[in-house]
């Protein structure tokens, strides 16, 4: 993707906000009222129908390697840099347009319109490009998810963002959300080959749901192809890769490379999160079927995580059944909550011919939430690759190192 730089951006914003303040002297005005609502500052009109927000986040970290067979630069990052703009229109309407000026560069995270007056309000539609729905921590923003980065387990065999459409509907004690989709929007044109159509699912049920008690089970399924494959049946191509749970460093040991021949793959998920009180338990695992052509062996790709939290102090984790996911952290004390946890992640991206790389990793992580605004990571991972996690031969294998990394994480 051409990534475009910031000044060219900012002449866009400024054109556009002209463009509307003149279209606006000519339409009646609708006055907002402006008020904090945990600490965003959120435009709202009296009859509800029309609300205003901007959600921004600032992720500042920072990592030591304890280097083992391979020089990893010890360093600082701009992890994000994340500035959303977001509407309630017409009462029934959602918009949403979300960029990321991390790297000196601008890139479109979710673009998507939803309306939202379908199954008596107990679901929407979208289109646009956002999240598919696959995966537990995928889907968690990444302002809640519980470590620094989601785990090498999943990470890699995720669907990401896509452009697409979703249908979802909910109940007290469901969840489900089908969707069709293509590429994200970074591939945004075609040459003599069409884009490759993606089917995409995910039901998750809570049989229990209280303040201090929840119950969470979920599973997915993804039947994908390549982004584009010949007209002539050889297939297309495919790759699965990822860091080690450190984005620091920009190696991803394990990297299956480009594989060829690729007809389709499907894709099962599932999952698993407990909460009571203080503690929380949260695991995934995803396996991945791929079909070749040409009479070549098919694949099997796997990983996952399991996860085990503790607040010192007296919170717990809230859940959103509309979304299926762990929400915010809103502190009991002036002082912060503080939360302790423990996880261990595999990666199993070798099969046949292809050798992407097997890795084990685990995590020891403390948490201080300031506030519901600022938030404090602190992760050491222990990180346990095999002889083929090389990033596509650019590293020596069997690398086995640890990392001790931070977080300042500002959402405002």
Request: charged share 25%.
């Amino acid at each position: 993707m051409e990534k475009v730089k910031i000044p060219r951006l900012v002449l866009v914003v400024v054109i556009t906000v002209m463009l509307l303040s003149s279209a606006g002297v000519h339409a009646k005005l609708t006055e907002l009222d402006a008020a904090s609502k945990d600490g965003i500052l959120v435009f709202t009109s009296d009859d509800g129908e029309f609300m205003w927000w901007v959600d921004s986040r600032i992720y500042l970290d920072t990592a030591f390697y304890i280097e083992d067979k391979n020089s990893l630069g010890d360093g600082v990052q701009l992890r994000r840099a994340r500035m959303a703009w977001k509407a309630i229109l017409w009462e029934d309407w959602y918009a949403e347009i979300d960029t990321d000026f991390d790297e000196e560069a601008v890139e479109i995270k979710d673009a998507y319109l939803r309306f939202d007056n379908v199954f008596n309000r107990q679901g929407y539609v979208r289109f646009g490009n956002f999240r598919a729905p696959f995966g537990l921590e995928e889907n968690t923003t990444s302002r809640y998810i519980m470590f620094m980065e989601r785990s090498q387990g999943t990470d890699p065999l995720t669907i990401g963002r896509r452009m697409g459409l979703e249908v979802a509907k909910w109940s007290d004690l469901y969840r489900i959300a089908v969707g069709a989709c293509g590429p994200d929007v970074t591939v945004w044109e075609t040459t003599d080959d069409d884009m490759n159509l993606n089917l995409v699912g995910r039901f998750t049920t809570v049989p229990i749901n209280e303040e201090g008690r929840v119950l969470h089970l979920g599973a997915a399924y993804a039947w994908r192809h390549p982004t584009f494959e010949a007209l002539d049946g050889t297939g297309g191509e495919i790759r699965f890769r990822t860091r080690n749970e450190t984005h620091v460093t920009d190696y991803k040991y394990l990297n299956t490379g480009y594989i060829q021949a690729v007809d389709d793959f499907e894709q099962y998920g599932g999952e698993l999160a407990f909460v009571l009180n203080r503690l929380m338990v949260q695991g995934e695992y995803i396996t991945t079927n791929v079909t070749r052509v040409d009479g070549l062996e098919d694949l099997n790709f796997a990983g996952g995580y399991l996860f085990a939290s503790y607040f010192l102090t007296n919170d717990t984790h809230p859940y959103d059944h509309t979304s299926g996911e762990f929400g915010r952290i809103k502190p009991g004390s002036r002082m912060g909550a503080l939360e302790l946890a423990l996880r261990y992640s595999m990666s199993d991206l070798s099969d046949k011919d292809v050798l992407g790389g097997e890795s084990t990793t685990l995590t020891a992580g403390l948490t201080w939430y300031a506030n519901p605004n600022v938030k404090i990571y602190a992760n050491y991972t222990m990180v346990n690759n095999d002889m083929n996690a090389t990033d596509g031969g650019s590293l020596v294998g069997d690398d086995d190192y640890g990392v001790l990394q931070a977080r300042v994480m500002v959402a405002f």
